[in-house]
């Protein structure tokens, strides 16, 4: 019987001490930091949190098990990633840190893997945000990207003139559902369009209300980082009409806004502005290179210029431009090259992942719908 109670009261001493170590390190300590994302896992639409970029964490299960251990109360888990960022800074985040370091001093991502911590190959990747309220782009932000078909004579001259008057950043927003996809999907050349091109960005993910955002603040209002492409059809409007510059051809296409594969968490990344590196490739050959050092406005700066403009959500996305080196420019290959069917797209940020899509072609679609942009000459015939 005294060895019976000895071994209960030695059972309990190792759980508070447990438990005392978990709620310790889970206010102000991470085991092992983590990111983000949203799977497909049985069918439906799942949150994960991501580990060495190789396993999946099912929240909602890893979250269940923690609780049945009754080490932490019971709190609701968010139904989708933008329930998860907008209450991230308001509890969320300690309970992920518990979940995190509960799965670290049980072994649990190395020994006797439970079956909600899937291996990243045996699951969809789904964009992590499903779907943002809005996509913001800065427009021409990397002084490689001004001026791309000039001779080298006007390039140069361009970026001179363009470092002396930076003036105000250039946003345009860009449709949400439709054209989202993730790590994985296909981006779709429209039928009878023949200049598609690709653009490697950082994408920034709001984590809370901003509006009238100083530069100097803006950091507070950022919630992580994650890979986006910002796909671009190069051809124009169709022939007749008005001829300005047309951002909905040029950007609003389905499939042309490429999120993912996730999204890091901003405390795991570290400032942007001092680390960035971004890379775009098409098959084996390297396309884009690009570090913060040549953004015109830094990521602060497009942040403050939104929010001057429009109430920032969270959950929204500031993409912060491209570099040099898209297919319409000739001034890195010396001739202009657009997306072919069959190609495959890798954009890479380091510290984050890599995105992967696919290309492929749009069949021909029946003549009238208003979808058609050349090879018919006007709207309707």
Same mark, same amino acid.
């Given at each position: 019987?005294?060895?019976?109670?000895?071994?209960?009261?030695?059972? &309990?001493?190792?759980?508070?001490?447990?438990?005392?170590?978990?709620?310790?390190?889970?206010?102000?300590?991470?085991? =092992?930091?983590?990111?983000?994302?949203?799977?497909?896992?049985?069918?439906?639409?799942?949150? %994960?949190?991501?580990?060495?970029? &190789?396993?999946?964490?099912?929240?909602?299960?890893?979250?269940?098990?923690?609780?049945?251990?009754?080490?932490?109360?019971?709190?609701?888990?968010?139904?989708?990633?933008?329930?998860?960022?907008?209450?991230?800074?308001?509890?969320?985040?300690?309970?992920?840190?518990?979940?995190?370091?509960?799965?670290?001093?049980?072994?649990?991502?190395?020994?006797?893997?439970?079956?909600?911590?899937?291996?990243?190959?045996?699951?969809?990747?789904?964009?992590?945000?499903?779907?943002?309220?809005?996509?913001?782009? &800065?427009?021409?932000?990397?002084?490689?990207?001004?001026?791309?078909?000039?001779?080298?004579?006007?390039?140069? =001259?361009?970026?001179?003139?363009?470092?002396?008057?930076?003036?105000?950043?250039?946003?345009?927003?860009?449709?949400?559902?439709?054209?989202?996809?993730?790590?994985?999907?296909?981006?779709?050349?429209?039928?009878?369009?023949?200049?598609?091109?690709?653009?490697?960005?950082?994408?920034?993910?709001?984590?809370?209300?901003?509006?009238?955002?100083?530069?100097?603040?803006?950091?507070?209002?950022?919630?992580?980082?994650?890979?986006?492409?910002?796909?671009?059809?190069?051809?124009?409007?169709?022939?007749?009409?008005?001829?300005?510059?047309?951002?909905?051809?040029?950007?609003?296409?389905?499939?042309?806004?490429?999120?993912?594969?996730?999204?890091?968490?901003?405390?795991?990344? %570290?400032?942007?502005?001092?680390?960035?590196?971004?890379?775009?490739?098409?098959?084996?050959?390297?396309?884009?290179? =690009?570090?913060?050092?040549?953004?015109?406005?830094?990521?602060?700066?497009?942040?403050?210029?939104?929010?001057?403009?429009?109430?920032?959500?969270?959950?929204?996305?500031?993409?912060?431009?491209?570099?040099?080196?898209? %297919?319409?420019?000739?001034?890195?290959?010396?001739?202009?090259?657009?997306?072919?069917?069959?190609?495959?797209?890798?954009?890479?940020?380091?510290?984050?992942?890599?995105?992967?899509?696919?290309?492929?072609?749009?069949?021909?679609?029946?003549?009238?719908?208003? &979808?058609?942009?050349?090879?018919?000459?006007?709207?309707?015939?």
């Amino acid at each position: 019987m005294f060895a019976g109670k000895t071994i209960r009261l030695l059972s &309990a001493v190792l759980l508070f001490s447990f438990t005392t170590s978990l709620f310790a390190q889970s206010s102000d300590e991470i085991l =092992a930091p983590f990111k983000v994302g949203t799977f497909s896992i049985n069918g439906s639409a799942e949150l %994960g949190l991501v580990f060495r970029d &190789a396993l999946i964490v099912e929240l909602d299960a890893a979250n269940a098990s923690l609780e049945n251990a009754g080490m932490v109360p019971e709190i609701p888990m968010p139904d989708d990633m933008i329930d998860l960022i907008e209450r991230y800074e308001y509890g969320l985040k300690r309970r992920l840190y518990e979940i995190a370091n509960y799965l670290v001093l049980n072994d649990l991502l190395d020994i006797d893997r439970p079956a909600w911590i899937h291996v990243l190959d045996t699951i969809d990747t789904l964009p992590p945000i499903m779907y943002p309220g809005k996509i913001m782009n &800065a427009a021409v932000n990397f002084y490689t990207h001004v001026n791309e078909t000039g001779t080298p004579e006007e390039i140069a =001259a361009s970026r001179r003139e363009r470092r002396e008057n930076r003036g105000a950043p250039y946003l345009f927003l860009k449709p949400t559902r439709g054209a989202v996809i993730g790590d994985g999907d296909s981006v779709v050349i429209p039928y009878g369009r023949t200049q598609t091109d690709w653009e490697v960005e950082l994408g920034t993910v709001i984590g809370k209300a901003a509006k009238y955002v100083s530069a100097e603040e803006a950091q507070d209002y950022i919630f992580g980082y994650m890979v986006t492409m910002d796909i671009s059809d190069r051809g124009g409007r169709p022939p007749g009409g008005f001829q300005g510059v047309d951002w909905f051809v040029g950007k609003g296409h389905d499939t042309f806004a490429p999120m993912g594969p996730w999204i890091v968490p901003k405390e795991f990344y %570290g400032d942007p502005m001092e680390k960035l590196r971004q890379t775009l490739s098409i098959g084996d050959e390297q396309m884009q290179e =690009a570090t913060a050092g040549d953004m015109i406005h830094s990521l602060y700066e497009l942040i403050e210029y939104a929010s001057s403009l429009i109430t920032l959500y969270p959950g929204d996305v500031l993409n912060n431009g491209t570099s040099g080196g898209v %297919g319409m420019g000739t001034s890195v290959r010396g001739e202009q090259r657009f997306l072919q069917d069959g190609e495959v797209i890798e954009a890479s940020i380091d510290g984050i992942g890599s995105l992967r899509v696919n290309v492929v072609a749009e069949e021909a679609r029946p003549r009238g719908t208003g &979808a058609q942009l050349p090879p018919v000459n006007s709207y309707r015939d």
